[in-house]
């Protein structure tokens, strides 16, 4: 195992997981369940970083399994949020009361603080429990979302982020877009009336920033795994030739046995 002081940038995201973990346990929130997707993506790709093995290529086998576990969450986060979106809950049987109830709880607590705002901003979060968050919580919600960007941009300074084969455009858009999004969306809901934007946007904000974040990360990390594709099933380089291999081969041979 590598020591700790060489480790340092693993152990920091290790942390990390684990609060973006208890934020998605406590509160549900499309955005930081993408968050916590992202940063145990991170955390599997790069345990080659921190463990030293005498075969380097089992860091390809991490970097698999890391870009699988992520599309598995983003596929959960994905249909969760068009399930929020597109009110499917309602279409359930009278029979499911937890599903109505659930349901229930989370008109309930947006038409609460619709009253209790009077319409002056837009909403605030509500979990896929029903439980809306409290202006507290939503603070620490945006702080944890503020360090988690600080503690990206600092690893990226000391190139301690795997780039997965992209572009470097790319990589940050993956690894910073939702922070971003998330911190964005706390000043329009703090500065923008919510007169300024229609019901619908108003009340499925969360959501549909998830879908679309979901979208825009399916099509970076399909660039990911086309990076992968040599690997995976050994193809040969183009610029080998079987030819020219086997006329140098000839020639070796042909001038020991002179």
């Not at 480790?7 to 369940?33: A, D, R």
């Not at 507290?136 to 301690?160: H, M, N, P, Q, T």
Request: glycine share 2%; net charge negative.
């Amino acid at each position: 195992m590598i020591p700790l002081k060489a480790s340092w940038h693993y152990w920091i995201l290790f942390l990390l997981l684990i609060v973006e973990f208890s934020l998605s346990v406590l509160w549900h929130t499309p955005l930081s369940n993408i968050l916590l997707a992202n940063t145990l993506m991170l955390l599997i790709v790069m345990i080659n970083h921190s463990y030293s093995y005498e075969d380097n290529a089992i860091g390809l086998l991490y970097r698999i399994c890391g870009l699988v576990v992520y599309c598995a969450m983003l596929f959960l986060n994905l249909t969760h949020s068009l399930e929020e979106i597109t009110n499917i809950s309602e279409d359930y049987s009278e029979d499911d009361l937890e599903a109505n109830e659930t349901l229930a709880m989370h008109e309930a607590a947006k038409h609460s603080h619709h009253a209790h705002s009077n319409g002056s901003l837009i909403e605030v979060p509500v979990d896929d429990h029903g439980h809306m968050l409290t202006d507290f919580e939503y603070r620490i919600y945006v702080y944890v979302a503020i360090a988690d960007l600080a503690i990206r941009l600092g690893l990226a300074s000391f190139s301690k982020l795997p780039t997965l084969k992209l572009h470097w455009a790319k990589a940050a858009i993956l690894y910073t877009l939702t922070p971003l999004t998330i911190i964005g969306s706390y000043c329009l809901r703090r500065f923008v009336p919510s007169e300024m934007i229609p019901d619908f946007f108003n009340e499925q904000l969360e959501p549909l920033t998830s879908v679309i974040l979901c979208l825009v990360y399916y099509a970076i990390i399909w660039k990911a795994f086309i990076a992968l594709k040599p690997y995976l099933f050994a193809e040969t380089p183009k610029i080998f030739s079987k030819q020219a291999l086997e006329a140098d081969i000839k020639e070796k041979v042909s001038s020991i046995l002179i």
